[in-house]
């Protein structure tokens, strides 16, 4: 795996190590070189030969290593082709950094809602999508899936294929423009995505509370059903931060009916941004024998049902030790558990575990939630059907496939 840029490491998660490929110059605002990756790629599915896709690198921390020597590096295939704020939607290939995404969306005042994490300055739109991963404001946005309208992939075999469009519409079969957001890569090449965008808030407020974590659930739950204009929510050790956003008087009327605490601007857009990008002193703070854990629970969870499970299969866990975001369905958890221990514990509670730590689970052992048999089946043969060989990002998700 090619080395780190040290150049990078104090902006990125304290746990990601970012593998950039090979260096490359600062490249001028469009390039179309969809030609020269669909070459690439077919004579990799011809000599039966494996592709690792890549980036910046920004997330190769997230899965397994993937078992191919050889790159398909996508920087070089970059820019915005098709930007119209007034029908709200945006069409860019896939190396585009998703920082001058975002920069351009600006300039009109609008964003991608689901605020995507970046873990580097040099991140991609691609490799973001591969991903899937979306940001604090993702239950009352929606998630970056949600915002994906068309793609324009290579297939295994080199042919460039596209679907969706440019419009939100129903699809009939499978929906694979948003099947690939999530796949890391392993079911085609992603080389364009069209999103859809959004108007940037009006007015936005933060607010901190001094609440236990029972307490803070127990209010999230009950202002879910009220209109007050929650987008972010986030709890450590005994804080509960919150974000309103919407109209001005929506907004002030909010922060009147909730006290606590209210964040400066500053303050506030430093605690949503390293919240996102996993720079809170929470996710340095681990102990060098802990692994970084995310638990994805259903949002109606019983506190006391959390903790009856918690104690059983964990034990005593120390209130500095988690980090509770999207109203208590999205859980950080800094545990030495073994993680048969952790992945059952999500299980009972109707979720699932994702270990963000590379190297604190068996080398063998995928840092996913392993998959049910029937999940796995479909899995399988879905991936038989799209990457028949086997050439993009073998063993990424699990070594089976």
């Known amino acids: 795996m090619p080395e780190p840029d040290d150049s990078l490491q104090d902006q990125v998660p304290s746990h990601a190590e970012c593998a950039t490929p090979a260096a490359a110059s600062q490249p001028p605002q469009q390039q179309d070189a969809s030609e020269a990756l669909r070459v690439q790629v077919r004579a990799a ?92 404001r993702r239950p009352w946005s929606g998630s970056l899936r949600d915002l994906v309208l068309g793609t324009r992939i290579i297939s295994a075999d080199g042919k460039a294929l596209r679907f969706g469009g440019e419009v939100m519409k129903n699809v009939a079969g499978y929906d694979l423009s948003r099947l690939m957001c999530g796949a890391q890569g392993t079911l085609g090449v992603i080389s364009e995505v069209s999103l859809k965008v959004m108007p940037r808030p009006v007015a936005s407020e933060s607010l901190c509370l001094e609440l236990s974590l029972a307490e803070a659930l127990t209010r999230l739950n009950a202002w879910g059903r009220t209109p007050l204009p929650i987008t972010a929510t986030s709890w450590h050790d005994g804080r509960l931060t919150l974000r309103l956003e919407g109209g001005e008087r929506s907004v002030q009327a909010g922060c009147e009916q909730l006290g606590g605490e ?98 604190t689970v068996a080398a063998e052992d995928s840092p996913l939630m392993p998959l049910a048999a029937p999940n796995a089946r479909y899995h399988l043969q879905l991936k038989q059907q799209l990457d028949p060989h086997g050439i993009l990002n073998p063993g990424r998700l699990y070594a089976e496939m």
Not at 130 to 135: H, N, P, Y
């Open 45 to 136: 599915h011809e000599a039966k030969r494996p592709l690792r896709i890549a980036g910046s690198g920004s997330k190769a921390f997230l899965g397994r290593e993937v078992a191919a020597a050889e790159v398909l590096d996508m920087r070089a295939h970059h820019g915005i082709t098709h930007y119209d704020p007034v029908e709200l939607m945006v069409s860019v290939r896939a190396g585009t950094p998703l920082a001058t995404l975002e920069a351009v969306l600006a300039e009109q005042g609008q964003h991608l809602s689901c605020e995507p994490p970046h873990f580097g300055p040099a991140a991609t739109v691609g490799g973001t999508l591969a991903s899937g991963l979306s940001g604090p």
């Open 262 to 359: 209210v964040l400066t601007t500053d303050q506030a857009t430093a605690h949503w941004t390293e919240l996102r990008e996993q720079r809170l002193p929470f996710f340095s703070a681990r102990a060098p024998h802990q692994a970084l854990w995310r638990l994805s629970l259903p949002l109606a969870l019983d506190h006391l049902e959390w903790q009856a499970a918690v104690s059983e299969l964990l034990g005593p866990v120390d209130d500095a030790d988690l980090l509770c975001d999207w109203a208590g369905a999205q859980r950080w958890l800094a545990s030495d558990a073994p993680a048969q221990r952790i992945r059952s514990l999500a299980s009972r509670l109707g979720g699932h575990a994702i270990c963000y730590t590379p190297g």
